[in-house]
T-cell receptor
Framework: KNQVEQSPQSLIILEGKNCTLQ??????????LRWYKQDTGRGPVSLTI?????NTKSNGRYTATLDADTKQSSLHITASQLSDSASYIC???????????FGAGTTVTVRA | GAGVSQSPSNKVTEKGKDVELRCDPI?????LYWYRQSLGQGLEFLIY????????KSGLPSDRFSAERTGGSVSTLTIQRTQQEDSAVYLC?????????????FGPGTRLLVL
């Protein structure tokens, strides 16, 4: 069964600090991995997408990495802002399958 | 342009009642998905529509759940005889086609509470 596990479940950081979120997956055959940001009361919004050949992708202060050999990904948030408070969801897609595998998410709280 | 919209945004109902949740996808998107998001869990796939093809209903948890998509656009998810365990956020997403490289755009969700 395709699975996506994220850690930590939640974290609290001070404004301006950095943090890193982890994602491990067992989805196979692998197609791509996305990180989504979900603000409270909103739907998820795609931040980054990485295919097998890509090992890093940035979107502003968000940088995602992918190690397809170990099936691990991370999302690094630099110089956090209050608006970064949200749930970050790792989503993995298998080849030739429109169904996505979702992690449970990491809830990030940024405090002033 | 407008994104995916869903209505109602919140729904409180009594156990045993039927509810209808609506999704308006992005105009021109041929693929539409329904997901359920329970607290502390990942999104759970419910049903998938693609163009005029037969929908993939494999994720529907019971025969109390059904969905339709009229005219290849608006979709309605119906839950009959609601149970307390149906309480969750129901998210709709649409994309311009199938395949993992196609970005799914999500609506804000409908928060369903069954008392």
């Amino acid at each position: 069964k395709n699975q996506v596990e994220q850690s930590p479940q939640s974290l609290i950081i001070l404004e301006g600090k950095n943090c890193t979120l982890q994602c491990n997956y067992t989805v196979s055959p692998f197609s791509n991995l996305r990180w989504y940001k979900q603000d409270t009361g909103r739907g998820p919004v795609s931040l980054t997408i990485m295919t097998f050949s890509e090992n890093t992708k940035s979107n502003g202060r968000y940088t995602a990495t992918l190690d397809a050999d170990t099936k691990q990904s991370s999302l690094h948030i630099t110089a956090s802002q209050l608006s970064d408070s949200a749930s970050y969801i790792c989503v993995v897609s298998a080849k030739n399958d429109y169904k996505l595998s979702f992690g449970a998410g990491t809830t990030v709280t940024v405090r002033a | 342009g407008a994104g995916v919209s869903q209505s109602p945004s919140n729904k409180v109902t009594e156990k045993g009642k039927d509810v209808e949740l609506r999704c308006d996808p992005i105009s021109g998107h041929t693929a539409l998905y329904w997901y359920r998001q329970s607290l502390g869990q990942g999104l759970e796939f419910l049903i998938y529509f693609q163009g005029n093809s037969a929908p993939d209903k494999s994720g529907l948890p019971s025969d109390r759940f059904s969905a339709e998509r009229t005219g290849g656009s608006v979709s309605t998810l119906t839950i009959q005889r609601t149970q307390q365990e149906d309480s969750a956020v129901y998210l709709c997403a649409s994309s311009s086609g199938t395949g993992g490289l196609k970005t799914q755009y999500f609506g804000p969700g409908t928060r369903l509470l069954v008392l």
